[in-house]
């Protein structure tokens, strides 16, 4: 059994810096694939950023390239998405997602390849 938790969402300013945080829980032992993704209401969910388990390999969205950083703490079971220079465009919900996979470096992109969701995280960015 896999259960995700997130923690960090809040009401920023442009320009402010912010991390969220999903903590695994369950069969932690596995060797996951994980991912960022975000939501506007009424919009479907778009891909934010990627990691393989191995840490070596990950993949952003050309909207967030160079600002957002996808990271993970194995101790603590967590991985983090560390987001800087936030924009108003930045504003929606962020979900972590996860899937045990074989290949270690491997990072899925799309929403239908994850088996496992976290609860999801506001984010607000005022300008």
């Known amino acids: 059994q896999v259960h995700l938790t997130q923690s960090g969402g809040a009401l920023v300013q442009a320009g402010d810096s912010l991390r969220l945080s999903c903590t695994v829980s369950?069969?932690?032992?596995?060797?996951?694939?994980m991912g960022w993704f975000r939501q506007v209401p009424g919009k479907e969910r778009e891909f934010v950023a990627g990691?393989?388990?191995?840490?070596?390999?990950?993949a952003y969205a050309e909207s967030v390239k160079g600002r957002f950083t996808i990271s993970r703490d194995s101790t603590k079971h967590t991985v983090y998405l560390q987001m800087t220079s936030l924009k108003p465009e930045d504003t929606a919900v962020y979900y972590c997602?996860?899937?045990?996979?074989?290949?270690?470096?491997?990072?899925?992109?799309?929403?239908?390849?994850?088996?496992?969701w976290g609860q999801g995280t506001q984010v607000l960015v005022s300008s």
């Open positions: 369950g069969h932690t032992s596995g060797t996951y694939a």
């Open positions: 990691m393989g388990w191995s840490g070596r390999n990950t």
């Open positions: 997602a996860g899937k045990i996979v074989v290949d270690m470096t491997m990072i899925l992109r799309r929403e239908t390849e994850y088996t496992y």
